[in-house]
């Protein structure tokens, strides 16, 4: 029997069924119409946020990173929520509009900006997150025909990393930031040509559960952009300081210790470097703020036999929950979190591997864990399904279509 990952703190049954937000989710079904279906709680977003605050100098603002997950209602509730929002496509500016949004509270990173993205986002009067020299040439040149000072701040691409962190966003030659040396020229550049500076974006990873490798990367982070103002001869006005706030999806996996991420950069606040005594912080955040909120129901539709290994196979899979399937075939696959939804208290009697009902062996959403024995019309809960589900897996594989989305 494999281990299955941890299921997040504060989910409780009704009546033996996992309950969310006070409803048992097989009430929310019927109200959603159908399965598969993902679930994000307001409670849950609105208490990250809450122990956010408490544990974060008061002078660091918070920014939803859009990318985690751009549901329409959750973008809503999340506008009441945080500071600002960070997204990285004129689609999903189109989404923030359209959940009514102020522009001048979104900031638009990621490279390969077309030329249409920045002409709708200076006109919205976006933030724009300068990921290359050209890119800035671009934007000016479509600032200046609109007539308008455009908002541009640089993604710096530092010369560290975010250690122990999933995804290296910064460090060596990489596609995001201009390299911190050439930043000071391209600062001056921007000032001279009349921009709003808005200052840096400096990001080195995500997914990360070491406080004292997020503590880390914040002082070189603020270190850095202390070297960059004096040598651009300019305050930067903000500096985005990044994120990377894991959490825990694996086996093993510890929550990360927040308080300690907040004490260490509180120390850093007071003794910040005279370039940056002006300056405004704040942190990106996406998975950490709605991660192990969401939950992916999915419902058994066949209770299979085969050489004596039990297959649970459901009506969902890979298509709506890449990342908990492996991502189309990780070298070593871990067990996300995953339990019988109706049957949530129920003790472990059985081991069943859980599959998808797409025809190829990468789809499997549980490999031989322990469970309560399920049958026909039991619901599969997804754990910690909150970011990068819906939005980040391929919906349209096999002609399988969307999940269903509710918020409550």
Known sequence: MKPLGPIPAGFVAIDG????????????????????????????????????????????????????????PLLQAMAGLVDGFDIASGGELAMVTAAGIDPARVSFAGPGKRDSELEAAISAGVTLNLESEGEADRALTIAGRLDVSPRL?????????????????????????????????????????????????????????????????????????????????????KVNLGGGFGIPYFPGDLPLDLSAVGEALGAQFQRLPTELAGTGFCIELGRYLVGEAGVYLTRVVDRKLSHGEVYLVTDGGLHHQLAASGNFGTVVRRNYPVAIANRFDAPVDEEATVVGCLCTPLDRLADKGGFPRAEVGDLVAVFCAGAYGASASPAMFLGQGPAAELLV
């Open 17 to 72: 069924e996992l309950a969310i937000g006070g409803h048992k989710v097989s009430d929310l079904v019927v109200q959603a119409g159908r399965t598969p279906l993902f679930i994000y709680s307001r409670d849950r977003i609105a208490g990250r946020v809450a122990e956010l605050r408490a544990a974060l100098p008061a002078q660091v603002a918070l920014n939803y990173a859009v990318k985690a997950n751009p549901f329409g």
């Open 153 to 237: 701040a640089v993604r710096v691409n530092p010369d560290f990393d975010l250690k122990g962190s999933g995804m290296k966003m910064g460090g060596g030659a990489k596609p995001f930031g201009i390299d911190a040396e050439r930043v000071p020229t391209l600062v001056k550049r921007l000032l001279a040509a009349g921009a709003d500076w808005r200052g840096f974006h400096i990001f080195a990873g995500s997914q990360a559960l070491d406080a004292a490798a997020i503590a880390e990367t914040q002082a070189e982070t603020i270190a850095l952009a202390a070297r960059l103002a004096d040598e651009a001869g300019a305050q930067p006005p």
